[in-house]
């Protein structure tokens, strides 16, 4: 079965870089979710896309911001990175069915900020 | 502030034992509570989900309890083999009916099964 496919897996960045995540969710999926994991921490809610507009927005940084393109794809960007942006990047996809609820994780993009 | 709290940190049960993981909750509009599974360098999984409606619900050798009057809810994982050893999260949505959720996970418990 198809899963929620995350690129890249390891990013190596300096302070101040930039750099973009991307995330191609379950084919039929029309619900994209971004986390932010630290070492030792739980997954932080960052931003949900449905149906290529933002649908929710949690503790994400003015520094990020994230997208999704009409092939269901998202990406997220995130500017002047400091040492404190250094975590995992889940991204999720979800499909709206009334009653039922499945949250489908990628395996992540580790940024590591220099 | 922690709307999702979960203890204990961690956990080390012995080989055939049972493995609970407790979690409390304070926002009453929460209505839809997941546990999550992550193995080191993997994403979050979902393991067995509730609704507050249910009391108790049952997968296999995992329990979900359920007390809405306490706001608590917890997992019990019996016949604990060594490859449940893993990070359990304990999750609560709001909202579930209008495909607009967002997770609130708790702080995750890293259980260690020994032979």
């Known amino acids: 079965a198809a899963g929620v496919i995350q690129s890249p897996r390891h990013l190596i960045k300096e302070k101040r870089e930039t750099a973009t995540l991307k995330c191609y969710p379950i084919p039929r999926h029309d619900t994209v979710y971004w986390y932010q994991q630290g070492p030792g921490q739980d997954p932080q809610f960052l931003i949900s896309f449905y149906e290529k507009m933002q649908s929710d927005k949690g503790s994400i940084p003015d520094r990020f911001s994230a997208q999704q393109f009409s092939d269901y794809h998202s990406e997220l960007n995130m500017s002047s990175l400091e040492l404190g942006d250094s975590a995992l990047y889940f991204c999720a996809s979800s499909e709206d069915i009334t009653g039922a609820n499945v949250l489908t994780f990628g395996a992540g993009s580790r940024l590591t900020v220099l | ?115």
């Open chain 2, 1 to 115: 502030q922690q709307q999702v709290k979960q203890s204990p940190q961690s956990l080390i049960v012995q080989k055939g034992g049972i493995s609970i993981i407790n979690c409390a909750y304070e926002n009453t509009a929460f209505d839809y509570f997941p546990w999550y599974q992550q193995f080191p360098g993997k994403g979050p999984a979902l393991l067995i989900a509730i609704r507050p409606d249910v009391s108790e619900k049952k997968e296999g050798r995992f329990t979900i309890s359920f007390n809405k009057s306490a706001k608590q809810f917890s997992l019990h994982i019996m016949d604990s083999q060594p490859g449940d050893s893993a990070t359990y999260f304990c999750a609560a949505l709001q909202g579930a009916n209008f495909g607009n959720e967002k997770l609130t996970f708790g702080t995750g418990t890293r259980l260690t099964i020994i032979p």
